[in-house]
């Protein structure tokens, strides 16, 4: 039972750590006027991209740079494993700028 409550506070810990990266990449990216450059729709073709190709860092890489995500220590042989970062990412920048969430 204390074991699982740990997992499950290192977790939540986890996740709670990724949503403010996240957001902090997002306000700096639109405060630098990246996000002013790109369309909802170029955001969404290009997440959807890595969605239909999840292990491709490439695409991850692109999807991240649009969005202010920083891959540069991401495991290039784990890209899946970043799909729900990019995703938040992906959705908190689409909300910046006044489109639908995905």
Do not use: H, P, R, W
Not at 69 to 87: L, W
């Amino acid at each position: 039972m204390i074991k699982k409550l740990n997992i499950s506070i290192i977790a939540l810990a986890a996740i709670a750590l990724a949503g403010c990266q996240t957001g902090s990449a997002i306000k700096n990216a639109s405060a630098d006027g990246m996000l002013n450059m790109l369309t909802c729709e170029k955001i969404a073709t290009t997440f959807d991209a890595y969605d239909q190709d999840k292990s491709s860092f490439a695409a991850l890489e692109q999807i991240t740079s649009m969005v202010g995500i920083d891959s540069s220590t991401f495991d290039t042989s784990q890209a899946a494993s970043y799909f729900g970062t990019v995703k938040t990412g992906v959705n908190t920048a689409l909300m910046i700028k006044g489109c639908s969430a995905i």
